[in-house]
């Protein structure tokens, strides 16, 4: 399993893009989501790819297949709450 944390720690919100299904987060000041991927999804051996900009952060799915509807990744926001697109 591969889990971590995207946290806005500056005065200013962090746009977090995952391609390529172009779903978006918007992390406010001081708050934070994580993302897990599970161990043994279909595709491709590959490692995630982040691209981070001044006022952002894109993600790029490691095991998505071409024609698939979702993602493998799941999403929680700081209350627990999943967000999974």
């Known amino acids: 399993m591969f ?3 995207v946290q806005a720690a500056g005065p200013d919100s962090v746009v977090v893009h995952f391609e390529p299904l172009a779903w ?14 599970p161990d043994g999804v279909p ?22 297949l071409p024609g698939q509807e979702r993602s493998w990744a799941r999403v929680w926001n700081s209350a627990g ?3 999974t697109y």
């Not at 918007?26 to 991927?37: A, L, S, T």
């Open 43 to 64: 595709g491709p051996e590959s490692a995630a790819t982040f691209v981070h900009a001044p006022d952002g952060l894109m993600i790029y799915e490691p095991h998505f």
């Open 24 to 37: 978006q987060v918007v992390v406010d000041p001081g708050d934070h989501i994580v993302v897990e991927w």
């Open 3 to 5: 889990t971590f944390r």
């Open 81 to 83: 709450e999943e967000i």
